[in-house]
Nanobody, 123 residues
Framework: QVQLVESGGGLVQAGGSLRLSCTTS????????MSWFRQAPGKDREFVAAIGMSDTGTEYADSVQGRFIVSREDALKTVYLQMNSLSPEDTAIYYC????????????????WGQGTQVTVSS
């Protein structure tokens, strides 16, 4: 069973930054697309960002484009989400997920999920 473990969440003031990390036990980490989703209180989970295997490309939700950066370090089996210029609207539980085949922004295509890490942005 593949496990994904997120870390790095917390409380930050508006305009601040946080970096989330997600480490996995997946034996073939490098072949997975790794993504971040988030779920705000009372809302559905939504796609945030994804990075292809061997850094083949990235994709971002419009709401975070230009503020968030997704990256990966295959040797450490870790994916990161650098979040800058945070606003209260970014408050959510952030989840990482792995995808072998499918559409990057489609939640149902993902095989494995982490437990989530809370990000709270105060105004």
């Amino acid at each position: 069973q593949v496990q994904l473990v997120e870390s790095g969440g917390g409380l930050v003031q508006a305009g601040g930054s946080l970096r989330l990390s997600c480490t996995t036990s997946a034996p073939r980490f490098s072949v997975y697309v790794m993504s971040w989703f988030r779920q705000a209180p009372g809302k559905d989970r939504e796609f945030v960002a994804a990075i292809g295997m061997s850094d083949t490309g990235t994709e971002y939700a419009d709401s975070v484009q230009g503020r968030f950066i997704v990256s990966r370090e295959d040797a450490l089996k870790t994916v990161y989400l650098q979040m800058n210029s945070l606003s209260p609207e970014d408050t959510a539980i952030y989840y990482c997920a792995s995808l072998e085949v499918g559409t990057w922004a489609r939640e149902d295509d993902y095989e494995y999920w982490g437990q989530g890490t809370q990000v709270t942005v105060s105004s």
